[in-house]
Each structure stands twice: as C-alpha cells, then as structure tokens.
C-alpha cells in the first residue's frame, strides 16, 4: 500500500517498484510493467463499487476477533484534507441526509482542520479503539460537513454495524439537545461545550473540595496528578446524565497565566482609549456618552466611566464638549475567569448502575488522543505527500480507504510488538 502515498502522480505509479524484488514480494509470474495506474486506477474503481464503508468493516470485525481487541471505549473525531484543482463534485446539489450516501463526496470549501480556508477540501471521521487506537469505521465527509450535523448520526450508524457495547468518547462537537436524544440509547462521554448557559453557570459558581496527600498520590498513580472534580446529577434535553466538573491544576495555571496577559493587553487599550477620547471634540453630552458607550461594548475586562463633561469654545467660536473619563476594572467578570480558570465539564448518560467512576470518565476522555494521533500519522510527510494525485471524488475516497487501511495495520503491529514485549517482560531500552 506504500505504493500509493508517494509524492508523484498516479501515472508515475510503477516507478515505485523498481528497485523492488517484485517477484519475491508479488510471485514470479508478476512483471513490474503489469504494475501501473491503470491498474491501480480500476482497482480503486472495484473497491469504490464494493463498498468502502461495509469492507472496512469487515476487515475490522475479522481483526477484533483475531487480535481480542477491548472495544469497551471507542472515540470519534473528524479531520480534513486540503486538494488542489478543480473537481466536478464541488457543483452537485444533491445533498443526501442519509450518513453513508450513494454518492461520491463533495469537494468544497469548509472549515479547515489544515489552516487552509482558501482550499478545497474533503473530510474523514473515524472511529478508534480505546486498546491501541485501531480505526474501527472510516467515514468520508463533504468538504463543509459540520461535525456536529453528522456526529450523532454516524453513532447511530456505527452501532448498526457492529453490534457490541462500545462507550462512546467524543469531544464537544457531538454534545448538542438533538444529538444527545439520537444516541440515547448508547452509552457516551463527552465534554460539554461552554456556550450552554447551564454549563457556563456552574463552571463558575460550583466548589471543588481540596484533596489530602494521600488521595493526591493515588491520583498520581492513575496518571491524574492536580486534578480535582465533582458530580453533579444533571437533566439536558430531557436526558439524564453526570456532569462532571473538572478542574486541572497545570492547566489552572496556564490559564491564568493567559489572563493576566489579557489584562494587562486590555489595560493599555484601554488607556489609549482614554486618551483619544479626552482629545475628540463632541457636538452634545448626548453624543459624547453614545461614544463612550459604544467603546464599553467592546471591552471585557475593562470598563470607562464618565468623570466630567466640559462645555467649551473650539478655535472656530464653535461651542463643543469634552469628556473626562476614568478606567476601573471589571472586579467580577475578573474574578468568574479566575474561578473558571483551569475548568471543564464531561458529560455521560452512564448514571444509576451503570456509573462510572470519576476517575474513568477523565482518563478514557483523555484518550481521545488516539484519534488525534492516527490523524497525524495520516497526515506525516513521511507517509503521506502533501495532495491528492487522482482527478476524481470516487478515488479520493478510495484513497481515504487505503490510507485508514494503513493505519490499521500500523497500530496493530505496534499494539502486537507492546504486549510480545510485556508478555516477555522485555523492556525498549532509549539510548
């Protein structure tokens, strides 16, 4: 498969295999010239017509079972690839609300994961394993498909096609009233977004107890050291679930850290603001507060209030108005950020028997890593050149197919190479 993640063209496909002992690796009847990107092309062409999706997971269900992979956490994350060119699919209007389509992805604009707005582009979502980051489900996305319009429904779907009791672990992009009332009947952690009033509201206003030095230690060892939480038994979108609050103390400090520069990037705004407004000429005290109202909006931190407002004769006999302000912090809006600082909330609708610990929830949310980090091997220059070299939508999925593929394998030896090793009690010595 390597063959296929070169930096060239399709059409320069068998030059790959030049310096290969093709008949070693493909048998003796092979010639390197039977090797070329026609015969790629059709064999993309045959998988796209098999079905992507449905052959994934096969391969996986075959891999589960052979390797006893744990599927009790599975996480889900979305990533995009920026494409050079023009692609006919950019202009199609039929857009299925069905989450696997029988049509070829769209190629467009969308928020880019790549820092690219000015390209075009097409999304993957997958789904990994808790147990050595395996891609469970491959998904291919339009180029401006929003991960909150489709993660919910691509739970629904991933739990029709492989029938086991998975939690599932997403970031805050699934954690909106629709999609929490789709996958009700499927067990989920997520991080509830801050835009939620409620979530904002308790974030600020809930105590967290200090921990003695013998909890600290068992904290340390579960690989959670200055992390302190507690539960609250929540009601959103008519779902019961756990909302747990979670505050970090690195970073607590990171955070405050950033504040204390905003504050004091604000506190020069603000007294240039000062300045200027001391220096401009107002028709009426009217307009002069309409002003100075307008310049508070703006700020967060800070505020201008009106001192004196001095009537007086412009160079012209004109008369006009001045006004004297005076800056003042925001003490509490100050003081919610402090609190704040260093805080987050998961979610999940494991409540009742089914509870999880306080300690689970944060160490498998912590994992949602493992997509993260097969979406960087995707993306590394060493395995992947930096576009696409195939003209149409149905390759570019195929493509997206063979290199979740590759990742698969990849992760699976690196998991097989871990547990030989502890099986052997063998050590990787780092120079």
């Not at 009791?165 to 699934?174: E, F, G, P, Q, R």
């Not at 904002?200 to 302190?228: C, H, M, P, W």
């Not at 003490?331 to 909330?345: P, T, V």
């Not at 028997?353 to 590394?380: A, H, M, T």
Request: charged share 35%.
């Amino acid at each position: 498969m390597d063959a296929c993640f070169v930096s060239r063209p399709l059409y320069l496909f068998n030059q790959f295999f030049d310096d290969k002992g093709i008949k070693i690796l493909l048998g003796e009847d092979v010639e390197s010239d039977y090797i070329n990107d026609d015969k790629i092309g059709r064999v993309m062409d045959k998988l796209y017509k098999y079905g992507l999706n449905n052959l994934f997971i096969e391969i996986v269900l075959s891999v589960i079972k052979k390797f006893q992979i744990d599927i009790k956490y599975s996480h889900l994350d979305a990533t995009s690839f920026h494409l050079h060119g023009k692609y006919n699919s950019e202009e199609s209007k039929d857009k299925s609300s069905e989450i696997l389509r029988e049509r070829p992805i769209i190629i467009t604009k969308g928020y880019s994961r790549d820092h690219r707005p000015d390209l075009k582009q097409v999304v993957l979502d997958l789904v990994t394993s808790g147990d050595g980051d395996l891609p469970l489900l491959m998904r291919t996305g339009d180029g401006n498909e929003a991960d909150k319009a489709v993660f919910g429904k691509i739970l629904v779907e991933f739990k029709k096609q492989i029938v086991f009791d998975s939690i599932m672990v997403c970031d805050s992009a699934l954690y909106s009233q629709e999609n929490i009332q789709l996958i009700q009947h499927i067990k989920w952690i997520s991080r509830v977004p801050m835009t939620i009033k409620k979530a904002k509201e308790l974030i600020q206003s809930v105590e967290i107890e200090e921990v003695d030095s013998e909890e600290r230690k068992k904290r340390a060892d579960l690989n959670l050291d200055g992390y302190r939480w507690k539960e609250e038994i929540v009601n959103y979108g008519g779902i019961k679930q756990v909302w747990l609050v979670v505050e970090s103390e690195k970073r607590k400090n990171s955070d405050l850290e950033k504040l204390e520069k905003k504050l004091k990037k604000e506190r020069e705004k603000v007294e240039k603001l000062l300045k200027e407004l001391r220096k401009e000429d107002f028709e009426s005290p009217e307009q002069a507060r309409y002003k100075l109202k307008g310049i508070n909006k703006k700020l967060k931190l800070f505020g201008i209030k009106e001192i004196n407002i001095m009537k007086t004769n412009a160079s012209c006999n004109k008369t006009v108005y001045k006004m004297e302000g005076e800056s003042y912090e925001k003490i509490e809006e100050i003081n919610l950020q402090r609190k704040q600082a260093g805080r987050f909330i998961l979610a999940t609708n494991l409540v009742d028997d089914d509870k999880l610990k306080p300690e689970e929830i944060i160490r498998n949310y912590k994992n949602q890593q493992s997509c993260e980090r097969g979406f960087r091997f995707l993306k590394d220059p060493l395995f992947f050149a930096d576009s696409f070299f195939v003209e149409n939508p149905e390759r570019i999925e195929s493509m997206l197919f063979l290199m979740s593929l590759c990742l698969l394998v990849y992760n699976l030896g690196q998991r097989e190479l871990r547990n030989n090793l502890k099986r052997a009690k063998i050590g990787i010595k780092i120079n």
